[in-house]
């Protein structure tokens, strides 16, 4: 945890005296109990209701009133992190006696915001600084002036995010200051957490756990009276198997093959991976999780840029391990981080230079240079390897959206991946997962597997419609749509809208869509190659071409899902979109954003984009 | 006169339900639309839906598959790498500089960067995709040019000499074929609508006057020769109008040739390849009207019943040389004249510089195969946009810069020499006379390569050649990938046809000038039994032959093959 993350107390010497012999004397209850009104202190200061040094009667009411306050554990979660860690959360708290509501703004009821007591969140962020995808209802309603006032709220934020990205916790930061706006008061300051967020999460979990048992030593527990639906833990699926996140499967590749064809700009794959006898279960919309190692010619390479020697001794975490084994599969080697360039700029002498920066040109500095330019450019003799990886981000898993039904292929994940290639410095590199999936995973090696679920990404009933639109390997989770509703005899409508490069090479399981079209699983298809002619043209072209028909399948209850690019596709899909309704209903822009507000709140509206 | 009586059983005056499929599908074709336009703006599939394809055909355009990638595609998930061959309809194989150059853009644009020059001299686009056929077409109709009728039951492109010795009356012979051409393509408005977007006009006038809703049982091939070349092989056309001129030289009439073909297929006893049969002498005057008369005897006799049995070579062995020719004669009003005496000396071209007693150059450029890709089509485009005079394609699939004016001609030498065209000739004797189809990767039918496979084989038979000091002797050699002859194989000295990959018939004993067929002297080798067949034949020509004696003579003389006197015998 860095400093940063949790601004340090500055306590003066004497009192930090006074704290300590204080906590001595005290018993576990007693301390969890001192937390808490500490904690309620620290929260009265911050709404400026307190004057620093009053006396500590004039502590917040809840204080006063320890045990009748309601728990809600709130998250906004698109890959599942956030959602996983609330379950956790959760489960922890009704452990230590209190009673949580677990909740998903997906499907959070906003009207009840006004009577939430304590609130937990936790959340990530998405796109460029957005809320994740379910969470963009309960944003809009937060931060639109019919917000309710929230002068009971105590509440407290644990934001995910990604430090490489330009907005680090973006959501986390506007619903954090959104809350103290509406009347709010922070249990405790946010904590931003980079992709190693597991240890952050769980001190910051154990600590807002402490600070609210102590509250309510005494408490009955409390009736829920929020009016958050209560969500099973999100993981019913990986609940039924021993394999997670942190113990994946040992799954075999049974195919690995490119899907594009022959002149292809793209080297779009399709992967196929046995899941026989681990007990992982999964639903269409669902994705694989992929834990990768490096590849190891960039192990070698680096651990040369470096002058160190592969068995060099080292402990990552407790365990003891060599410095090659953990540029394989403990660290992300390729991509360097804002941290990074300040570890390695501190451990040459380089800092001058990369301070001299500017933000935007550090960002620019590394987009074109990965750790192992850096390390070849500010070269570094005899230190200590420890000091290297201190430097590093653990590396982390990736997901890909499942591209089958197990009710089709029983034992079996199917991917579609598309391999990130690039060159720097003149070099060919490839992005971790995927390179690893295109370049070192062949038929029978193993892969390290768990299912990442997605409940905000499903089919709804048989005989409802759906309209799926995805460019690339957006298009993966409809192969599972499609296979499942085969399957199941479905009688429901469905519509795809298909975009990629060229007609002749990238038009991903062609054959497989002929097919259901003429079987009539697929009701239509609409297809755009984007390179085929001097003109692009994109699906959303294909969506505005086909305007009346998309509106009278919303009309009909149609369900809409997109999937695939989220820089350019999904913005430009829901202009599309927007317009569409925008034209045929013949209203205006603002009520055809309601119009699609509704449909998200009503789950009718589900994106999966990355 | 009236046509005497015959077995009427298989032809179109029986109800269509008695008849093959086809007859069927064209009657219920509305002259040839079908769902074509629907089917080009389906975006899912890059192929057109079942009977279209077989109509696309009456407009030249054959559907067509990669067949290099169908196997890796089917595992790809990916439907065969549909694309279309679109066949130009040029009458005696001329052509503009304009069109050229118009041909070559659309070539480079929609197809692949290649054309392919074909055995009836015209140009094929391959690689075009559904959605280019339209603005392909659309671009040949900006210099005058279409593809009707270039493929489809109906008569196809008409041939015409194009070996510039008799200037005057290749000029001649050139605007009848157009002529003729233009009288015998369907009338149909199905073309203008579909490809050029014209709107449908109602009219009480019939739709296809001569052709009626079924067209012909079977495609119909036309062309003329002049003595002494037998550049187009007339004895394998259809009908083959022999070009007979007076002692002023100038044209007087034709010998009218018929039931020639090539086709056949292995294991089917009663298909066969069949040379043309002369019939007597017209005056140029009677060409429509004997023209119609032959086409309508086939039209309303031909067999529709069964296709393999369909080619008018068949109508005649079926019905007899003398019935045919009465009932040709009854339809055209006049019996026909006696045939006049006529000579060939070869069917292949004179490579280089020739020059005409109009005092017009002509330099006939070797392409190989008649396949045209980068960089030797920016080559001739270099010419094509300096030339003056008009290009023609040769039935051998070769090149003729023709109609050079004297004073034109250094220049055109120094361009050729420039773009490297003047050395496209130097090379050996054999591989000058040798024609393959296209067959592979885009030919439907193919069942061994032959393009892009002879090449090579010739290379290995120079050698043979070589060793045997036969390097300059003249021989005819020609392969096709299938038993179907589309590089009219049956005629010539040695021949091979496709039967498995790297698998071929081997065929002796064709007629130096395409007059005689030849006969299967091998079943179904490979390269070191060809290799070893030839080295042997080979052999024994270069000790035994007697002066002048070409190879097909030859072998017959020597009893290593036994000559085919007429088609119906090739197969005993
Ligand atoms: C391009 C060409 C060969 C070449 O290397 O130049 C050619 C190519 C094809 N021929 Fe041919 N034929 C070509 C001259 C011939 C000739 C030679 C001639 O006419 O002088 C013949 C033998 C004469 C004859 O008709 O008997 C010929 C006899 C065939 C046949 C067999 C017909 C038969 O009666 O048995 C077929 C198959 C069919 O029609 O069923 C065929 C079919 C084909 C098709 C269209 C295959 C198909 O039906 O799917 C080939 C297209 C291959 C491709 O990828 O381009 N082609 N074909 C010639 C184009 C001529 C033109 O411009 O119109
Ligand atoms: C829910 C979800 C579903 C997904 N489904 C799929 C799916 O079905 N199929 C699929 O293929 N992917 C899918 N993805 C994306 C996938 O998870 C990975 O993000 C993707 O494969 C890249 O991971 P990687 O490890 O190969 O690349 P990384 O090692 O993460 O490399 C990516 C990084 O490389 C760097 N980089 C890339 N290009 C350049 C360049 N030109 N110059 C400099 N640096 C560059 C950038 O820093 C970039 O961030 C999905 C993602 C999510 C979140
Ligand atoms: C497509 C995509 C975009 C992201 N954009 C951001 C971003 O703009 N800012 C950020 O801090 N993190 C960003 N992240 C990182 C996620 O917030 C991070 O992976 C988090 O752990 C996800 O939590 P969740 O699984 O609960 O959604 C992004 C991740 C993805 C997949
Ligand atoms: S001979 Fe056979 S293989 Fe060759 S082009 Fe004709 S049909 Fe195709």
Redesign the pocket.
């Known amino acids: 945890m860095t400093a940063s993350q949790f601004p340090g107390a500055a306590l003066t010497a004497e009192q930090w005296r006074l704290v300590e012999a204080l906590g001595a004397s005290l018993n576990p209850q007693q301390a969890r109990w001192i937390s808490g009104y500490f904690a309620g202190l620290d929260s009265g200061l911050l709404r400026g209701g307190v004057q620093a040094g009053a006396a500590p009667l004039a502590l917040p009411s809840a204080a006063a009133a320890p045990g009748t306050r309601a728990l809600t554990i709130l ?9 996983e860690l609330a379950a956790n959360l959760a489960a922890a708290a009704r452990e230590q006696g209190l009673d949580p509501v677990l909740a998903d703004m997906g499907e959070y009821k906003t009207r009840k915001l006004k009577d939430e007591q304590d609130l937990l969140i936790l959340i ?7 809320p ?1 995808q379910p969470a963009a209802g309960f944003f809009d309603f937060v931060e639109s002036r019919k917000a309710p006032k929230l002068p009971n709220l105590r509440y407290a934020v644990l934001a ?4 490489t ?6 959501a986390g930061k506007r619903l954090d200051e959104r809350f103290e706006v509406l009347g709010g008061s922070r249990l405790r300051a946010r904590v931003d957490c980079d ?1 190693d ?1 597991e240890e952050p999460a769980e001190a910051w979990g154990i600590e807002m756990l402490a600070m609210l048992a102590a509250d309510r030593v005494d408490a009955v527990p409390a009736v829920a009276t929020t009016g958050a639906m209560v969500v099973p833990a999100p993981q019913p699926a990986a609940a039924a198997s021993a394999y997670g996140k942190r113990n994946p499967f040992p799954a075999t590749v049974i195919e690995n093959m490119v899907l594009a064809g022959r002149g292809s700009t793209k080297e779009t794959r399709h992967i196929e991976i046995s899941i026989e006898d681990s007990g992982l279960q999964y639903e269409p919309g669902d994705a694989l999780g992929i834990v990768s190692r490096n590849d190891p010619a960039l192990v070698d390479s680096l651990l040369g840029a470096l002058h160190m020697e592969g068995d060099a001794p080292l402990t990552v975490k407790g365990h003891a391990t060599t410095l090659a084994e953990a540029l394989a599969d403990r660290f992300e080697i390729t991509t360097a981080t804002q941290r990074f360039l300040d570890h390695w700029g501190e451990l040459t002498s380089a800092t001058e230079s990369f301070s001299a920066m500017s933000s935007a040109e550090r960002a620019e500095f590394l987009h074109g240079n990965h750790i192992i330019d850096i390390v070849r450019a500010f070269p570094l003799q005899g230190i200590d390897p420890q000091r290297f990886v201190d430097g590093l981000r653990p590396l ?1 898993p990736r997901l890909y959206s499942i591209a089958s039904s197990l009710a089709v292929v029983p034992d079996e994940v199917h991917l579609t991946v598309s391999p990130v290639r690039y060159a720097l410095h003149g070099e060919p590199r490839s992005g971790v997962a995927s390179g690893h999936l295109a370049d070192r995973a062949p038929v029978d090696s193993q892969l390290q597997v768990y299912i990442q679920s997605n409940p905000h990404f499903r089919l709804p009933d048989d005989d409802r419609p759906i309209i799926m639109i995805g460019a690339g390997t957006g298009v993966a989770p409809y192969r599972s749509f499609l296979q499942e509703r085969e399957a199941r005899g479905s009688n429901g409508r469905s519509w795809l809208f298909f975009g990629e490069r060229n007609f002749r090479t990238d038009f991903l399981y062609q054959i497989e869509w002929q097919t259901w079209l003429k079987d009539d699983i697929l009701t239509r298809m609409d297809v755009a190659f984007s390179r085929d002619h001097a003109e692009k043209v994109y699906v959303q072209h294909r969506i505005s071409e086909q305007a009346r028909d998309v509106y009278a399948w919303l009309e009909e209850g149609a369900h809409v899902y997109v999937c695939g690019d ?1 820089t350019h596709l999904a913005p430009d899909v829901h202009e599309a979109l927007l317009n569409v309704v925008e034209e045929q209903a013949s209203i205006q822009r603002e009520a055809a954003e309601e119009y699609f507000r509704d449909l998200q709140r009503d789950g009718r509206y589900q994106r999966d ?2 | 006169m009236d046509i005497p009586p015959t077995d009427r059983s298989h032809d179109i005056s029986q109800p269509l339900e008695r008849l093959s499929p086809d007859e069927t599908m064209k009657a219920e074709s509305d002259y040839l639309r079908g769902t074509i336009a629907l089917g080009l703006l389906d975006r899912i599939t890059g192929a057109v839906p079942g009977d279209d394809i077989k109509l696309m055909k009456f407009h030249g355009i054959y559907q067509q598959d990669d067949r290099d990638v169908r196997d890796e595609r089917r595992r790809q998930k990916l439907e065969p790498a549909y694309q279309f061959m679109v066949r130009v309809r040029l009458p005696g194989g001329i052509c503009t500089p304009e069109q050229w150059l118009k041909i070559t853009e659309l070539a480079c644009a929609h197809g692949g960067d290649t054309l392919r020059m074909t055995t009836r001299q015209t140009f094929q686009f391959h690689w075009i995709l559904k959605d280019s056929i339209v603005p392909t077409i659309r671009g040949l109709h900006e210099v005058l040019l279409d593809t009707v009728a270039a493929c489809g039951d109906d008569s196809r492109g008409v041939m015409a000499t194009v070996d510039p010795q008799f200037p005057a009356l290749q000029a001649q012979m050139a605007a009848l074929a157009k002529q003729v051409s233009d009288h015998v393509i369907p009338k149909t408005h199905a073309y203008h609508e579909i490809w050029y977007g014209a709107e449908r006009v109602a009219s009480s006038e019939p739709e296809e006057p001569f052709y009626g809703r079924t067209y012909m049982p079977r495609k119909f091939k036309i062309g003329f020769v002049i003595p002494p070349s037998n550049d187009i092989d007339i004895y394998a056309q259809d009908l083959g109008y022999i070009a007979i001129a007076g002692p002023d030289g100038k044209l007087e009439g034709f010998n009218v040739a018929v039931g020639g073909g090539m086709g056949r297929t292995d294991q089917a006893p009663h298909t066969y390849p069949r040379t043309a049969t002369v019939i007597g002498f017209i005056p140029s005057d009677r060409l429509m009207s004997v023209t119609d008369a032959v086409m309508s005897v086939q039209r309303d006799f031909g067999n529709r019943a069964d296709r393999a049995r369909a080619r008018f070579k068949y109508t005649v062995d079926d019905k007899g040389v003398d019935w045919i020719k009465a009932a040709i004669e009854a339809r055209a009003g006049a019996p026909l004249e006696p045939a006049r005496p006529y000579e060939f000396t070869s069917n292949g071209d004179r490579y280089g510089w020739t020059e005409s007693d109009d005092g017009h150059h002509h330099f006939t450029i070797f392409i190989q195969n008649g396949r045209l890709t980068r960089p030797l089509l920016d080559a001739l485009a270099t010419v094509a946009r300096a030339h003056k005079g008009k290009l023609r394609l040769t039935p051998n699939q070769n090149l003729i810069i023709a109609d050079i004016a004297a004073e034109d001609r250094p220049a055109m030498e120094a361009l050729l020499t420039e773009t490297g065209l003047a050395a496209a000739n130097d090379q050996s004797v054999l591989r000058l006379n040798a024609m393959a189809c296209v067959a592979f990767p885009t030919c439907g039918l193919a069942m061994a390569e032959s393009e892009r496979y002879l090449p090579d084989l010739i290379t290995k038979v120079e050698a043979i050649l070589a060793k045997y000091g036969l390097e300059k002797e003249p021989i005819t050699m020609r392969m096709t990938g299938c038993p179907n002859g589309c590089a009219r194989p049956y005629i010539a000295e040695i021949a091979f046809t496709g039967r498995a990959p790297g698998k071929y018939n081997l065929y002796l004993g064709g007629g130096f000038h395409g007059e005689r067929l030849n006969r299967m002297y091998r079943e179904n080798i490979g390269e070191p039994a060809i290799l070893e067949a030839l080295d042997e034949v080979l052999g024994r020509y270069a000790a035994e032959r007697l002066p002048g004696e070409h190879l097909g003579d030859f072998t017959i003389r020597a009893g290593i093959i036994r000559e085919v006197t007429e088609g119906r015998f090739s197969n005993d």
């Open positions: 998250y906004g979660s698109e890959t599942g992190n956030s959602a990530s962020t998405h796109g460029e600084g957005d994740p995910l995010g990604d430090m990205y330009e907005h680090f916790c973006g992709v967020y982390q989220a984009v990355y």
